[in-house]
């Protein structure tokens, strides 16, 4: 699954696990909203347990929740949580510093990038979940 599908993955499970009751939610079910299978969702689950803003319980009553209230979960929380190297890379091997475009490209695609990533931060960081459930209008 590519990280772009795996953090839209990830939101919408966050969002299922906001539940009233504060009860835990199987990853079947979850699977069910989001229309894949249960190993998939167990697999982001993992990741946002590991960063903290999951827990999981195991056993025939067992499931996740969020580990903290979704006003206090960000949507960059979650980016960050997945991340892996940022939403562009660069090519591992350095480009023929003798081409007039390789000998410069990598240093300004780094500034591109860096501006590009503080933008989306800044946006990521103002919408938590219970602020997208309430642009969704969905009640808890």
């Not at 009751?21 to 998939?40: D, F, L, Q, R, Y």
Request: glycine fraction near 12%.
């Amino acid at each position: 699954m590519s990280s772009n599908s795996r953090y839209t993955v990830a939101i919408h499970a966050l969002l299922l696990l906001e539940g009233p009751e504060g009860g835990w939610v199987t990853s079947g079910w979850i699977a069910g909203s989001v229309n894949t299978n249960p190993v998939v969702i167990r697999r982001v689950l993992r990741v946002l347990q590991a960063e903290g803003l999951v827990e999981a319980q195991k056993g025939a009553r067992g499931g996740y929740r969020l580990a903290r209230p979704g006003r206090a979960i960000s949507l960059w929380d979650v980016y960050g949580a997945l991340r892996e190297d940022g939403p562009f890379g660069l090519h591992p091997s350095a480009p023929n510093p003798r081409c007039p475009i390789g000998s410069r490209i990598q240093g300004r695609l780094r500034e591109v990038y860096g501006e590009t990533e503080a933008s989306m931060r800044r946006v990521l960081c103002r919408t938590t979940l219970d602020g997208l459930r309430r642009q969704l209008a969905v009640a808890r």
